[in-house]
């Protein structure tokens, strides 16, 4: 991604993983909403398309997108778009699984903003797959706060960084609040469970994939 930050020009940067369908439009949307003042990052409001998918894999997702780690943040949408002002805040992007953390984390809360468009984020259709993406995302999440931990100084961190992971908030703010979700919730923590025993497992690599192959991304 690094390479072909650095061979952008522009005031405007708009990072997009390869598997993320984006139409023109909201490219633009993107961009005029990092041109308003004061705004220096946005990010559409991103839809788990699980059609198609196991029931297992519907049920973890009924949890997941109620949770309120992603809640006026720039993460977990597979497309993230920054104005010059924001770029400026770090010369390169760090070799990290979470780099959308990074991004989140070097702009402030009040400086981002989610526009009024929708990304369809196509989940996995097998259970299996599900549980090696969430494996890979939890050492990425891990990975992120080994780097703020060491991070340099001149990349500023955290200005905004996410709050560090909490073992219940999947009852606190999601079933407690909706019991009719029992069911949904414990899938939801058999497949964490899973996927925390497969990324202590020996053997198991970040590398091993989201589940729908690796997660290249592009810079535009």
């Given at each position: 991604?690094?390479?072909?930050?650095?061979?952008?020009?522009?005031?405007?940067?708009?990072?997009?993983?390869?598997?993320?369908?984006?139409?023109?439009?909201?490219?633009?949307?993107?961009?005029?909403?990092?041109?308003?003042?004061?705004?220096?990052?946005?990010?559409?409001?991103?839809?788990?398309?699980?059609?198609?998918?196991?029931?297992?894999?519907?049920?973890?997702?009924?949890?997941?997108?109620?949770?309120?780690?992603?809640?006026?943040?720039?993460?977990?949408?597979?497309?993230?778009?920054?104005?010059?002002?924001?770029?400026?805040?770090?010369?390169?992007?760090?070799?990290?699984?979470?780099?959308?953390?990074?991004?989140?984390?070097?702009?402030?809360?009040?400086?981002?903003?989610?526009?009024?468009?929708?990304?369809?984020?196509?989940?996995?259709?097998?259970?299996?797959?599900?549980?090696?993406?969430?494996?890979?995302?939890?050492?990425?999440?891990?990975?992120?706060?080994?780097?703020?931990?060491?991070?340099?100084?001149?990349?500023?961190?955290?200005?905004?960084?996410?709050?560090?992971?909490?073992?219940?908030?999947?009852?606190?703010?999601?079933?407690?609040?909706?019991?009719?979700?029992?069911?949904?919730?414990?899938?939801?923590?058999?497949?964490?469970?899973?996927?925390?025993?497969?990324?202590?497992?020996?053997?198991?690599?970040?590398?091993?994939?989201?589940?729908?192959?690796?997660?290249?991304?592009?810079?535009r």
């Open positions: 991604m690094n390479a072909a930050d650095q061979a952008s020009n522009g005031d405007v940067r708009i990072y997009v993983d390869a598997d993320v369908p984006v139409t023109a439009e909201v490219l633009r949307q993107l961009a005029a909403a990092v041109s308003q003042p004061g705004v220096v990052a946005a990010v559409p409001r991103p839809l788990i398309d699980c059609s198609g998918s196991a029931w297992p894999v519907r049920a973890y997702y009924a949890m997941n997108a109620r949770l309120p780690v992603f809640r006026n943040r720039l993460f977990g949408r597979g497309i993230i778009a920054l104005s010059a002002e924001a770029r400026s805040r770090f010369d390169r992007i760090p070799e990290i699984t979470a780099d959308d953390m990074f991004l989140d984390a070097v702009v402030g809360a009040d400086e981002k903003v989610e526009i009024d468009a929708v990304i369809r984020v196509r989940a996995p259709q097998r259970t299996g797959d599900l549980i090696r993406r969430v494996a890979r995302a939890r050492e990425g999440n891990a990975e992120f706060w080994r780097f703020v931990r060491s991070a340099p100084p001149e990349y500023g961190l955290p200005l905004d960084p996410v709050p560090g992971p909490s073992s219940w908030s999947w009852l606190r703010h999601v079933l407690l609040r909706s019991p009719r979700l029992l069911p949904a919730a414990a899938c939801y923590v058999v497949i964490i469970l899973l996927a925390e025993a497969q990324r202590r497992s020996p053997g198991w690599s970040v590398r091993s994939g989201w589940g729908r192959g690796e997660r290249p991304q592009l810079g």
